[in-house]
């Protein structure tokens, strides 16, 4: 069933509504994503157990701020996209807390899975909601596409960069995740979201 320009222009008018009613909480999930993006950075990977720990956490509070986002927010076009995202960082994090001692090689590969998994929605999220997002789609793009770049190198540097590059790819990953979110959240609050014709409210 094709989508006429009605449809599309409610539709448009329900994501900015949506984004706009609650740009505080994609605000903060982006000062989050880039405050522990920038630790992931700064603090180095000493041993395996600690970098596991360490991005087991950060997944998973990523991954709850996401689900609780996403819920607030669960009347906005792309729910499911959000919501899968948000439910693969929790796992992932679960899953590393709950094994920390299986190894930095192992820890890699499902590194590599869950950034080609979150890259790949990314950029099927910005194309596919394009019109919506307006401005605002190409950030998403970028960050999808970062994802897939971390992904291949991560993979291409095996099993040598599993000693150095968990921790920084990540970081990596955040920040500009991070960066991406506030940016929409900062554009959300100035837009105007009014019907034409329709008078502001003070």
Known sequence: MSMDSGDANQLQRALAQSIHEHW???LIEGIILVVLGLLAIIIPPLATIAVTIFLGWLFLISGIVGLVTTFWARHAPGFW????SAVLAI???IVLLGWPVRGAVSLTLLLIVF???EGVLSIMYAFEHKKELSGRWGWMLVSGIIDLILAAIIWGGLPGTAEWALGLLVGINMLFGGS???AMALHARTADTSTPGTPKTV
């Open 81 to 84: 996209w959000s919501l899968l």
């Open 115 to 117: 950034f080609i998994i």
């Open 91 to 93: 796992a992932a994090g």
């Open 180 to 182: 991406a979110m506030i």
């Open 24 to 26: 505080v909480l994609f």
